[in-house]
Nanobody
Framework: QVQLVESGGGLVQPGGSLNLSCAAS????????MRWYRQAPEKERELVAT????????NYADSVKGRFTISRDNAKNTMYLQMNSLKPEDTAVYFC?????????WGQGTQVTVSS
């Protein structure tokens, strides 16, 4: 059974940091491209960051470049998103996604709220 389980979300003040994790199981994690998406209320789901199967290349949305870092540990079947200098506009539900050929898996999401 394929599972992607996000964790690490929460409430943080502007300028703060969070580190999200996505634990994968039920498929060969190491050969999948992994992505973080986010969806704010009343907005469309947005691609935040992508990492290739061998930890490279990485790509980021312009809105998070220089502040967020995507990484993965294939030995632990886990992907991460280190988020620094958080802004209120980063508030959203963050989803992890696994993609390879015609396989496309999603987690249930974790809420990130940036507010003072």
């Amino acid at each position: 059974q394929v599972q992607l389980v996000e964790s690490g979300g929460g409430l943080v003040q502007p300028g703060g940091s969070l580190n999200l994790s996505c634990a994968a199981s039920g498929f060969t994690f190491s050969i999948y491209t992994m992505r973080w998406y986010r969806q704010a209320p009343e907005k469309e789901r947005e691609l935040v960051a992508t990492i290739g199967s061998t930890t490279s290349p990485t790509n980021y949305a312009d809105s998070v470049k220089g502040r967020f870092t995507i990484s993965r540990d294939n030995a632990k079947n886990t992907m991460y998103l280190q988020m620094n200098s958080l802004k209120p506009e980063d508030t959203a539900v963050y989803f992890c996604n696994a993609l390879r050929l015609n396989k496309n898996y999603w987690g249930q999401g974790t809420q990130v709220t940036v507010s003072s």
